[in-house]
C-alpha cells in the first residue's frame, strides 16, 4: 500500500524516554541542529481523531474510551506523513515507538534508524513532570496520582525498545539544562550529520555535471555544407553516390548521434522535486491493539 522508496535514503532519528523524560525538548534541540522534520506521532494519531473517516472514527472511540492506539494505525499514519515530506532532509520520531511491535513494524516496513536517542532521567523527576502535564491537561485526579505507576510501567517498555536497537542507542540524561544538552547531542550526533550532509551532497553533484551535455558539439556537424557541396556539384561522383547508400548512410543517421544529448537530462530526472503525495484511500484493515496504562497523547512529554 505504502512505497517507501523515496524515504528509505533519509536519516531516521528516534527520541526514545518515559513520560516526563522530555522526549519533545530533545526532539526540537536535535531538529534546531540537523534541519530534520519533527513528527509527533501523538499530534498525528489525534489530528486523524477529528476526521469523518472509518480511522478518524476508530481513533475517536479508541481515545475516548482511553484504550491504546493500534500499533499498525500509528505507523501507517507515521508513513504517510513522511511521504508528504520527502524532501526533507531527515526526521526525528518523538516519543517512539512505543514498545518492541511498534518499532518492529517501522524497521520491517519504512527502515532502521540511523540513531535511537535514549532518555534517561530520575523517576521522580519523570513523574513529577508528567503531574503537571496531567494537570494542564485537566485529566481526572486518580490519573494525575498514578504519574508514578505510569512511568515506572512505561521504563519496562523503554528499556526493552533500547535493547533492540543495540549499536544504534546513544543515552542522554535529559535531566541537564537546554544549552548542556545541546552541546551533548550536538557531540553524540555528529557522525549521522555528517553522513547526512555528505549524502545531500552527492545528489546535488549530478546536477551541475549534468549540464554541459545539453550542449553537445557534434550539433554543428549535422549542418555543415562540406559534406553536400560536392555531391551537388559532381555529377561523375554522384553516380557513385547513387550506387554507394552505405556513404549516404551516415549522413542520413548523423542526427542520432544528437539523441542521446537530447534525452540527456532525462538522468536527472529523480532528484527533482517529488509530486505531492495523496492519502491513499483504502478499506479500513483490521488492527489489533494491545491493552497499555499509559495515555496515549504522553508518549512524548
Known amino acids: 500500500m505504502y512505497d517507501m522508496t523515496p524515504i528509505r535514503h533519509l536519516p531516521v532519528i528516534f ?3 518515559v513520560p516526563g523524560a522530555g522526549n519533545q525538548t530533545v526532539a526540537q534541540t536535535i531538529s534546531s541542529m540537523t534541519g530534520y522534520t519533527m513528527i509527533r506521532p501523538g499530534e498525528l494519531v489525534r489530528s486523524e481523531a477529528v476526521k469523518d473517516t472509518a480511522r478518524g472514527r476508530l481513533i475517536a472511540d479508541k481515545l475516548q474510551s482511553q484504550e491504546d492506539i493500534p500499533e499498525q494505525l500509528t505507523v501507517d499514519i507515521i508513513k ?3 511521504l508528504q515530506q520527502q524532501d526533507s532532509s531527515g526526521f526525528i520520531l518523538v516519543g517512539f515507538p512505543k ?7 517501522f524497521n520491517r516496513q519504512v527502515k532502521w534508524p540511523e540513531k535511537v536517542v535514549a532518555l534517561e532521567v530520575d523517576t521522580e523527576v519523570a513523574a513529577s513532570r508528567l503531574q503537571s502535564k496531567l494537570s494542564e491537561l485537566g485529566r481526572p485526579a486518580a490519573e494525575i496520582s498514578s504519574a508514578r505507576q505510569i512511568v515506572r510501567e512505561a521504563a519496562n517498555k523503554v528499556k526493552s525498545v533500547h535493547k533492540r536497537f543495540g549499536g ?6 535529559s535531566s541537564s539544562n537546554p544549552k548542556a544538552l545541546a552541546t551533548t547531542l550536538k557531540q553524540m550526533l555528529f557522525d549521522t550529520i555528517e553522513k547526512g550532509q555528505r549524502r545531500q551532497s552527492k545528489l ?3 546536477i551541475s555535471a549534468s549540464a554541459p551535455a545539453t550542449n553537445s558539439p557534434s550539433a554543428p556537424a549535422t549542418n555543415s555544407p562540406m559534406t553536400n557541396a560536392p555531391v551537388a556539384n559532381a555529377p561523375v561522383a554522384n553516380a557513385s553516390m547513387v550506387n554507394a547508400p552505405v556513404a549516404n548512410a551516415s549522413v542520413a543517421n548523423a542526427p542520432v548521434g544528437n539523441a542521446s544529448v537530447v534525452n540527456a537530462p532525462v538522468a536527472d530526472a529523480p532528484l527533482t522535486s517529488p509530486p505531492p503525495y495523496h492519502t491513499p484511500s483504502y478499506n479500513l484493515p483490521t488492527y489489533e491493539s494491545v491493552p497499555s496504562t499509559l495515555p496515549s497523547d504522553l508518549q512524548e512529554a
Open 15 to 17: 527520541v526514545n524516554g
Open 80 to 82: 504517510e506523513a513522511m
Open 99 to 105: 514498545n518492541p511491535r511498534m518499532s518492529n513494524m
Open 168 to 173: 544504534h542507542v546513544i543515552t542522554l540524561d
Open 204 to 206: 546535488q553533484i549530478p
